[in-house]
């Protein structure tokens, strides 16, 4: 049986970490790797979407958390950080996917691929994007830590609300 969706959000937050971590890290290897690079790049953008998709589903369990969750005035504050810095992570991941997905399907449309050093200029730049995407992650997580460790806020069980 699952847990109630409340109690998820811990679990449900590494997904998207992970995968839009690693996201960048599959770019920069396409990068060097070019006889593999439109693979490699597809795997990237799947990453990519399935990491936003998971931030969402991380936001909304989140969201489920925070009602039950014990408010003190430090805990309040904490989850003010936390909610809004990941809002703007998700924001951040959002134009990155729609950014990289727009580079894909440019080549596609225009019906020739992009001249190299224009493609290779926009992936450097988006690199460089995706890294400060993957800082504001980060935070994100830390602030949700600190909720845990140091503020000690877990949800309360539905049950034990009656």
């Known amino acids: 049986m699952l847990p109630p969706w409340n109690h ?5 937050v590494h997904f998207p970490i992970a995968l839009l971590s690693v996201a960048p890290l599959l770019v920069l290897v396409g990068l060097f790797w070019s006889a593999q690079r439109r693979g490699i790049h597809a795997a990237a953008l799947i990453l990519l979407v399935l990491g936003f998709g998971g931030l969402l589903l991380a936001m909304e369990s989140g969201e489920a958390a925070e009602r ?3 408010a003190t005035p430090a805990l309040l504050a904490g989850l003010r950080d936390h909610e809004l ?3 703007k992570t998700t924001l951040i991941f ?27 200029g926009l992936l450097v730049f988006w690199l460089f994007l995706a890294a400060g995407g993957v800082f504001a992650l980060a935070r994100t997580g ?3 830590g ?17």
């Open 68 to 70: 039950y969750a014990r």
């Open 146 to 162: 600190h909720l845990v460790h140091d503020l000690h806020t877990h949800a309360v069980p539905e049950t034990s609300l009656r």
């Open 142 to 144: 830390h602030l949700g």
């Open 8 to 12: 998820l959000h811990p679990a449900i």
């Open 94 to 120: 959002g134009l990155l996917g729609a950014g990289f997905a727009a580079m894909w399907v440019a080549p596609l449309v225009r019906r020739r691929e992009l001249a190299r050093h224009v493609e290779l």
């Open 85 to 87: 810095t990941a809002q």
